[in-house]
């Protein structure tokens, strides 16, 4: 059980989402600290009830927190705790789920669009102050979404508000879901996830917004990639390790994946070594999909809605153990 409001502490642990600032602002009445490094958190935790915390997580953290009932996780993913821990420890876990479905699903439609009216290159001429003419080769130029397929590979409260997007853009949108009985969230047509190569080969965008679990790590692999419309583009925005990323350099090197917008790449922040950054046909944001100025409220919306029902021993928003 949780100890009462006046001996309860919590723990913002992220290293620049502002937190405590803004639990300050919304009247937040509870005891808190924030930290922003590991070695603080390890420090630090100790002292904390519930503990609000993402990339920053390790699982052997679990057992230095003797007072720890409770992590809200920043982050819509939780492939980072190990369920089996922390449900030995008695703590208990909840997703963000819902709290970047805005955010996610506006990034990847903003990548679509760049990608299709050749934005990343309008910038580069931008930076070298070039005036580029008009384009004779039609294969060259930008191009227009509507009557475009858009396969969502994931549709849920991200996959499903980009399939509303797209829609107002006169896509076809096309929908993968474990269990396509469950709704279609405006796409057009929902198939289950073993469809996924049969429908590859008709779309023009591929979208991932799917979570990462044993079932989709390396879901886009070679076989994929050859199953894809040749010049097609590859949009990801869930998790880096949905794509071989071995496979996803060869498909764009040799042109049958045309373009790629990758919001998420297998290993974060992406090496320098990485053939990715120089590749003329890939646009890379650096994980900042889920990033808004309304995220750290999102999140805090989410706290206090647990708050309550772990007291009252009620099933949590988003719950995970």
Same mark, same amino acid.
């Given at each position: ?97 819902? &709290? ?5 699903? !506006?990034? %990847?439609?903003?990548?679509? $669009? /760049?990608?299709?009216? *050749?934005?990343?290159? =309008? ?114 925005? &869930? ?5 071989? !990323?071995? %496979?996803?350099?060869?498909? $764009? /090197?040799?042109?049958? *994946?045309?373009?790629? =917008? ?60």
């Amino acid at each position: 059980m949780l100890p009462p409001d006046d001996q309860l502490t919590l723990c913002f642990a992220h290293v620049a989402y502002r937190f405590s600032e803004r639990y300050a602002q919304r009247g937040g009445k509870l005891k808190h600290f924030e930290v922003r490094s590991l070695e603080e958190l390890e420090a630090r935790l100790p002292e904390a009830d519930v503990l609000l915390v993402s990339g920053m997580w390790r699982n052997h953290l679990a057992a230095k927190a003797p007072r720890l009932k409770f992590i809200q996780s920043i982050s819509a993913g939780v492939d980072q705790y190990d369920k089996a821990v922390l449900a030995g420890a008695g703590i208990r876990l909840a997703s963000a789920q819902g &709290a970047n479905a805005n955010a996610v699903s !506006e990034h %990847a439609m903003s990548l679509i $669009l /760049a990608q299709a009216r *050749l934005l990343p290159q =309008a910038r580069d001429n931008q930076v070298k102050q070039h005036w580029r003419g008009m384009i004779g080769d039609l294969t060259q130029r930008e191009d227009e979404l509507g009557g475009k397929t858009l396969l969502v590979v994931g549709i849920g409260r991200i996959g499903g508000r980009l399939a509303r997007l797209a829609k107002a853009f006169d896509m076809k949108v096309v929908g993968l879901r474990q269990d396509p009985s469950k709704g279609s969230e405006g796409a057009d047509e929902i198939h289950g996830m073993d469809a996924l190569h049969a429908q590859l080969g008709r779309a023009d965008i591929v979208a991932l917004t799917c979570a990462l679990t044993p079932e989709t790590r390396g879901l886009m692999n070679a076989a994929a990639f050859a199953a894809m419309k040749p010049g097609a583009t590859l949009v990801n925005v &869930a998790r880096g390790a949905v794509c071989d !990323e071995a %496979a996803l350099i060869a498909a $764009l /090197a040799s042109g049958q *994946l045309g373009q790629a =917008a990758l919001d998420v790449t297998a290993e974060e922040p992406l090496t320098g070594a990485s053939p990715l950054w120089a590749m003329p046909n890939v646009f890379i944001t650096p994980h900042t999909g889920g990033e808004t100025r309304a995220y750290e409220g999102n999140v805090l919306d989410l706290l206090e809605a647990n708050l309550p029902r772990l007291r009252a021993g009620e099933k949590l928003v988003n719950q995970v153990v």
